[in-house]
């Protein structure tokens, strides 16, 4: 019954979607409260069913139910509990179907937030939300149904992907998916803008901080992603330019880019068709990304293999795309800037800049993602596009995006003069200078790590400088310290919130700069009881044990790590066997530091475990990519409070 059941519900939603849509945009054409009204309780019905059938798609995993297709092929009996849930969004059906909860969710918090407050755009922007919607159902009704019926129905079912059988598949998903469909809205209240012809800033105040969490979920997406790729597949790296990674990371940087520009409208009144541009591309791009993952055009160890999803989805930003340039175009006199840049030393430039530099490096990594394609489709040969073209091209861009970190906040608005440049940025200029000769003196030989960490420093002073200047000013009102510094950050927490946001991206950029700068590596065969060293540390290879798991059988190797000063650690590399797969999964161990971490991989060994080839390797301060995470985490729930307008 579940098939059925489940099916039936996909139509109901599909309908009630369609007509959510249609009726919304008529109900604000024509000024029918009636028909919005109606549209809403369409959207309401729409949560419910998707609700209904995603916990239903639950149960069927939870209940080993083979009679789907689905579940027979991304689970079996000997699947952990935990496994079994994760699974139910470990492949495409699922995925779609966990996409559309989301953006149902979304659609009911726009209503609850907006129905009051914005009743020009509300109607146009709950329309294009029940859109999208309906798109994602018909997804999953024609090209990828999750509730397909499998006869005859199998004993036991094929399983889950070994790599997705970790404590990732949790949050990483669940993350980028809520960063993907956050963009939605967002774009939502773009269309709205164009339709009615309302291109002020009421726009751009409504979805501020529902850009500000999607951005945040991506980001946390990516670096999950970062930490899954780190500890689950073994090669000793967090990002490797895979296209489904860049298919992530595109729609970041645009989405940052319009985090900023926003700003300059704002203040200035200009940049407003660059501003709708921007959401509409980030939107775009969050439909590219998941075409390419999709689609099956490329391969990568992120991606689901099915390809007959593809054409829709590129039907589907195609129409997306004619729909917003064809409202551009219509507004065309309407986005016209009000303001002008006055001089180039400002800080309309700087955002400028960062703005063109943010959309460079998203072009950049578009055409390294998409170039095999398009050599493949030309010459017949499809040439690969490795890390080296992305790090070239992007570690540039990417440095003189944190220079531009330091220089925004702190310029003067539409021309700085020599006084405003000399107070500002002599003593950050002086400390990034500083710096610069610290690391050099410790060792440091690396042009690019020591100017990543100069710049760092830099950006630090001008966030530094900023705090104390704020916080010197309210004390000379009679406030004490932490007073004055608790009132400052709380009344301008959108300020200081995105100082705190900074500084998460240059703990992380430390991290980055740190661990392509000195981890080391060595692989090597040893003995039973014989050590090899590195970087300091002593690795014993101590023997070999076998193990039968619930679905699979593992063999681990202990390995005894010394330094000569802690305690000796005990790590156990494993390689993991599963029934259906012909090749072993690297079970990585390891120990997280501060400083460094220790890594090893269990490599070839011998069967009665006298010998065994391990990788070991100590890798620098990428511990400080996770503590940049949670930084920017904090950061971000200080932008999004209410701003205090009350009070000193």
Request: hydrophobic residues 55%; glycine residues 10%.
């Amino acid at each position: 019954m579940i098939p059925e059941i489940g099916y039936g519900a996909l139509i109901v939603t599909l309908v009630l979607a369609g007509w959510g849509s249609a009726a919304a945009a008529i109900g604000a054409r024509q000024g029918r409260a009636a028909l919005i009204e109606s549209a809403q309780h369409a959207a309401v019905g729409v949560f419910v069913l998707v609700t209904a059938c995603f916990a239903l798609l639950v149960y069927a995993f939870l209940a080993f139910d083979f009679s789907l297709e689905y579940v027979a092929s991304n689970t079996n009996l000997g699947t952990p509990f935990y496994y079994r849930i994760t699974g139910v969004w470990g492949a495409l059906e699922g995925s779609i179907i966990l996409w559309t909860w989301m953006l149902a969710l979304y659609t009911l918090l726009l209503i609850l937030r907006h129905r009051e407050n914005a009743r020009d755009l509300y109607p146009w922007a709950l329309s294009a939300m029940l859109g999208v919607i309906a798109f994602f159902v018909l997804v999953m009704t024609v090209p990828a149904p999750p509730f397909a019926r499998l006869s005859p129905v199998p004993a036991d079912g094929r399983g889950l992907n070994p790599l997705l059988e970790d404590t990732g598949m949790i949050t990483h998903p669940v993350a980028l998916y809520l960063g993907f469909t956050g963009f939605t809205v967002p774009f939502a209240f773009a269309i709205a803008a164009l339709a009615t012809g309302r291109l002020g800033d009421a726009w751009i105040t409504l979805t501020r901080r529902w850009t500000i969490v999607a951005w945040y979920f991506l980001s946390l997406g990516l670096l999950i992603g970062g930490w899954w790729s780190y500890h689950v597949l073994g090669w000793g790296g967090y990002w490797a330019w895979d296209p489904v990674e860049n298919a992530a990371f595109m729609p970041w940087l645009t989405g940052t880019a319009f985090l900023h520009s926003v700003m300059i409208q704002e203040r200035r009144r200009m940049l407003k068709l660059w501003n709708v541009a921007l959401v509409v591309l980030t939107f775009a791009l969050t439909l590219f990304g998941t075409f390419l993952t999709r689609s099956g055009v490329i391969a990568s160890v992120h991606a689901f293999t099915q390809g007959t999803i593809g054409a829709f989805f590129l039907g589907f930003l195609a129409l997306v795309v004619l729909v917003a340039f064809t409202l551009l175009a219509a507004r065309w006199d309407r986005l016209k800037a009000q303001g002008t840049v006055d001089s180039v030393i400002s800080r309309e430039s700087a955002f400028l800049l960062n703005n063109v530099l943010l959309v460079a490096a998203a072009f950049t990594v578009f055409f390294g993602t998409v170039f095999p394609l398009l050599s493949e489709a030309v010459r017949g040969v499809k040439v690969s596009v490795g890390a080296p073209f992305f790090n070239q091209v992007n570690v540039p861009l990417f440095l003189a995006l944190v220079f531009l970190m330091g220089v925004g906040p702190l310029i003067a608005w539409r021309r700085a003069s020599m006084e405003n440049l000399t107070r500002n940025f002599l003593w950050p200029v002086l400390t990034g200078i500083a710096a610069a000769a610290i690391v050099w003196l410790l060792g440091v030989r690396s042009a690019l790590a020591a100017l990543a960490l100069a710049l760092t420093a830099f950006v630090t002073a001008t966030v530094v400088l900023d705090l104390v200047r704020a916080t010197r000013a309210r004390r000379r009102m009679g406030e004490s310290l932490l007073p004055a510094l608790g009132g400052l950050v709380l009344r301008h927490n959108r300020r200081y919130g995105g100082f705190l946001v900074h500084l998460g991206v240059l703990v992380i950029l430390v991290g980055v700069t740190g661990s392509h700068a000195w981890s080391v590596q060595t692989e090597t065969t040893l003995q039973r009881g014989e050590s090899a060293e590195l970087a300091g540390y002593r690795f014993r290879f101590d023997g070999l044990a076998g193990s039968e798991e619930s679905n699979h059988f593992k063999v681990s190797g202990t390995f005894t790590v010394t330094n000569g000063t802690a305690t000796p650690i005990v790590l156990r590399p494993a390689k993991k066997f599963y029934p259906r797969d012909s090749a072993p999964i690297a079970y990585v161990d390891y120990r997280l530091g501060l400083k460094e971490d220790v890594y090893l991989v269990l490599g070839d060994f011998a069967r009665d475990g006298s010998h065994a080839t391990v990788k070991a390797q100590v890798n620098r301060l990428v511990s400080w990519i996770w503590i940049g995470g949670l930084v920017l985490t904090l950061g971000t729930l200080l932008a999004i409070l209410p701003e205090r307008r009350s009070g000193r």
